[in-house]
């Protein structure tokens, strides 16, 4: 994106959030055309003083090539509301972040994610059960979305790691200031081929208790349900259910002992009309998620070889003789029916009887193979 390095520039200015990037956006048609506004122009579309005042100073002592530069030596990321991967049910939130940083990768498969935050200060219940939910939500091929913190998230985090699942850790903090100090292994682990670690801060920007509400809106905006393990009343994990409730996502809790501080949270959601959930099942049925496993499954088989690829594009939900493809594809008989045997046995295709031959999968896209007490 020719742009990008002024999505990047403009995240670097205090004061200049989704709102007045989108005013930006409306009466320059470009962050690189706003990038060079003069202070009357941006005072007429309605920034504040101080935002101006900010973003004079920003321009005029950053490099944003070297900025840039300096990401890419971190191996980290970016993605914009104008960029294609941009994950589509946080483009949908309120606010959603301009730009966001990450380090690992963002798949398309991680539309399918639920997350699981609570307490840091968990119990011996807390951490079983967290354990058993994020066991069957890999199982099932869901991503496990959290936010990296001591307790319930790291616990989430890394029994997904364990598993060979994705998890995505939402941090209060640049990238490059990993928090709490003892969860960067796990950070790294988490980055390096089971998800991705990802934030709206800028580099060097420290884990500041304000940062961490804005967070939660960005964990419950990339999941299509929030599970509250164990929470106190007054714990940060209630905001990010707060923020589910206002993106229309689903909100699950699990009971507990109502003598323990740590179920309050989760107890008093339930009285409220969350979700009870004993088991992974309770969240799959309310989500309809039961199929994700078959699709993702069915998803990472896909043509590799040219005359796969070939028969693939000749094929659909209705049935075609072998002879017919052959002629399409222009590839000999022999070839034709030792591929479609291969692909047969892959799950891609099967034969329905009379060497006609549909695709398992008709909907498939043809792909080319070539806080609170605990916001801190």
């Given at each position: 994106?020719?742009?990008?390095?002024?999505?990047?520039?403009?995240?670097?200015?205090?004061?200049?959030?989704?709102?007045?990037?989108?005013?930006?956006?409306?009466?320059?048609?470009?962050?690189?055309?706003?990038?060079?506004?003069?202070?009357?122009?941006?005072?007429?579309?309605?920034?504040?003083k101080?935002?101006?005042?900010?973003?004079?100073?920003?321009?005029?002592?950053?490099?944003l090539?070297?900025?840039?530069?300096?990401?890419?030596r971190?191996?980290?990321?970016?993605?914009?509301?104008?960029?294609?991967?941009?994950?589509?049910?946080?483009?949908?939130?309120?606010?959603?972040?301009?730009?966001?940083?990450?380090?690992?990768?963002?798949?398309?498969?991680d539309?399918?994610?639920?997350?699981?935050?609570?307490?840091?200060?968990?119990?011996?219940?807390?951490?079983?059960?967290?354990?058993?939910l994020?066991?069957?939500?890999v199982?099932?091929?869901?991503?496990?979305?959290?936010?990296?913190?001591?307790?319930?998230?790291?616990?989430?985090?890394?029994?997904?790691?364990?598993?060979?699942?994705?998890?995505?850790?939402?941090?209060?903090?640049?990238?490059?200031c990993?928090?709490?100090?003892?969860?960067?292994?796990?950070?790294?682990?988490?980055?390096?081929?089971?998800?991705?670690?990802?934030?709206?801060?800028?580099?060097?920007?420290?884990?500041?208790?304000?940062?961490?509400?804005?967070?939660?809106?960005?964990?419950?905006?990339?999941?299509?349900?929030?599970?509250?393990?164990?929470?106190?009343?007054?714990?940060?994990?209630?905001?990010?259910?707060?923020?589910?409730?206002?993106q229309?996502?689903?909100?699950?809790?699990?009971?507990?002992?109502?003598?323990?501080?740590?179920?309050?949270?989760?107890?008093?959601?339930?009285?409220?009309?969350?979700?009870?959930?004993?088991?992974v099942?309770?969240?799959?049925?309310?989500?309809?998620?039961?199929?994700?496993?078959?699709?993702?499954?069915?998803?990472?088989?896909?043509?590799?070889?040219?005359?796969?690829?070939?028969?693939?594009?000749?094929?659909?939900?209705?049935?075609?003789?072998?002879?017919?493809?052959?002629?399409?594809?222009?590839?000999?008989?022999?070839?034709?029916?030792?591929?479609?045997?291969?692909?047969?046995?892959?799950?891609?295709?099967q034969?329905?009887?009379?060497?006609?031959?549909?695709?398992?999968?008709?909907?498939?896209?043809?792909?080319?193979?070539?806080?609170?007490?605990?916001?801190?």
């Open positions: 994106m020719p742009d990008m390095k002024y999505w990047l520039g403009f995240n670097l200015v205090k004061g200049i959030g989704p709102a007045k990037v989108q005013a930006l956006l409306d009466y320059y048609g470009s962050l690189a055309n706003a990038w060079q506004a003069n202070e009357f122009e941006l005072q007429k579309i309605g920034l504040d101080r935002a101006i005042n900010t973003f004079l100073k920003t321009r005029q002592e950053i490099d090539d070297m900025e840039l530069a300096r990401l890419e971190a191996n980290i990321s970016l993605l914009t509301w104008e960029t294609e991967k941009y994950p589509s049910y946080l483009r949908e939130i309120p606010n959603p972040p301009p730009l966001i940083y990450y380090q690992g990768e963002i798949l398309e498969q539309r399918w994610a639920v997350a699981v935050v609570g307490t840091r200060r968990l119990t011996a219940y807390g951490r079983q059960v967290t354990k058993d994020v066991a069957g939500l199982q099932n091929n869901i991503t496990v979305v959290s936010g990296l913190a001591r307790g319930i998230d790291a616990i989430a985090h890394k029994t997904a790691v364990d598993l060979g699942g994705r998890t995505l850790a939402v941090l209060g903090s640049g990238l490059d990993i928090y709490p100090a003892d969860n960067r292994t796990l950070a790294q682990e988490i980055a390096q081929g089971h998800g991705a670690i990802i934030s709206e801060y800028g580099l060097g920007v420290q884990p500041e208790a304000k940062n961490f509400p804005p967070r939660n809106r960005i964990i419950s905006g990339l999941s299509l349900g929030v599970i509250i393990v164990e929470a106190g009343t007054r714990s940060g994990a209630l905001i990010t259910t707060n923020f589910a409730l206002e229309d996502r689903e909100v699950f809790a699990v009971p507990g002992n109502i003598n323990s501080p740590a179920s309050q949270g989760p107890n008093k959601l339930i009285q409220e009309g969350a979700k009870l959930v004993t088991r099942e309770d969240v799959l049925e309310e989500l309809n998620l039961h199929m994700v496993a078959e699709r993702t499954a069915v998803q990472l088989v896909l043509p590799e070889t040219a005359e796969e690829i070939a028969l693939y594009t000749q094929l659909s939900g209705q049935p075609v003789h072998i002879d017919e493809l052959s002629r399409a594809t222009g590839l000999p008989s022999a070839l034709v029916s030792s591929t479609l045997t291969l692909m047969e046995l892959k799950g891609m295709v034969q329905v009887g009379g060497m006609n031959y549909v695709l398992l999968r008709e909907e498939l896209p043809i792909y080319n193979t070539s806080e609170s007490e605990d916001n801190t």
